[in-house]
């Protein structure tokens, strides 16, 4: 049964800041964030009788968004320089590999956490100085379980795997080299962790 208006309403209220959070990883302008925020929720809306309300709202209308602010940056030409973002350009389809997995949350000491506060202030300035198109290919991938990620996007894209992986490891390394001329080493988990928290917004959730 499709959602219906007062449903549809209640969702809308609640999740309409973490798409705005998605878009503004993305596009890193206000004003396109809230533009995209609105259009992402008026598609929802339009395609509301293809959503399963069996399943969480959340990887659905994410799903969304990542295909509008893909949309966004092609209308803005800022993705001219850069193509390989294309080889994910489906990726806004694959709303199943979105909130997949259950992510476990790691054991930290005191001196740890005050580590990983730094990292994460680090990861955010490092963060917006990604091309669009890496901060697109991070977003689309499942960290908690990343290689499963890349096996479902080359299925459900139909692009060949070592593309794909070569897409989000440069991406990867790029944020990776940014943190370390920052002066942070983070090692392989923390790393995960850190690209794992910036892909999911509070107010995550099912649709009941």
């Known amino acids: 049964m499709p959602l219906d208006a007062h449903s549809f309403e209640e969702l809308h209220r609640r999740y309409r800041k973490s798409v705005w959070l998605v878009c503004r990883k ?18 929802a809306w339009v395609k509301r009788e293809q959503f399963d309300p069996s399943r969480p709202f959340w990887p659905w209308v994410k799903a969304i968004a990542l295909k509008t602010c893909l949309d966004v940056l092609r209308s803005a030409n800022r993705l001219k320089e850069d193509p390989g973002v294309e ?8 709303e199943a590999l979105l909130g997949k997995t259950q992510v476990h949350e790691p054991s930290y000491s005191p001196f ?34 990343w290689r499963h990620s890349w096996r479902y996007l080359s299925q459900t894209t139909s692009k060949d795997l070592a593309a794909i992986r070569m897409t989000v490891i440069r991406a ?8 370390r001329e920052a002066g942070y080493e983070p090692d ?17 959730g099912s649709a009941r």
Request: include cysteine.
């Open 87 to 94: 080889l994910l350009s489906d990726c806004g389809d694959t």
């Open 112 to 145: 740890d956490v005050a580590e990983m506060s730094e990292m994460k202030q680090a990861f955010a300035k490092c963060w917006v100085k990604l091309r669009e198109s890496h901060r697109f290919a991070l977003l689309c991938v499942d960290w908690s379980d």
């Open 172 to 179: 990867g390394r790029a944020l990776l080299r940014c943190m």
């Open 188 to 204: 392989p988990s923390d790393f995960l962790a850190l690209l794992e928290d910036n892909k999911t917004p509070d107010n995550q």
């Open 26 to 43: 993305i596009l890193l302008r206000d004003e396109e964030a809230e533009d995209a925020t609105q259009l992402t929720m008026v598609k």
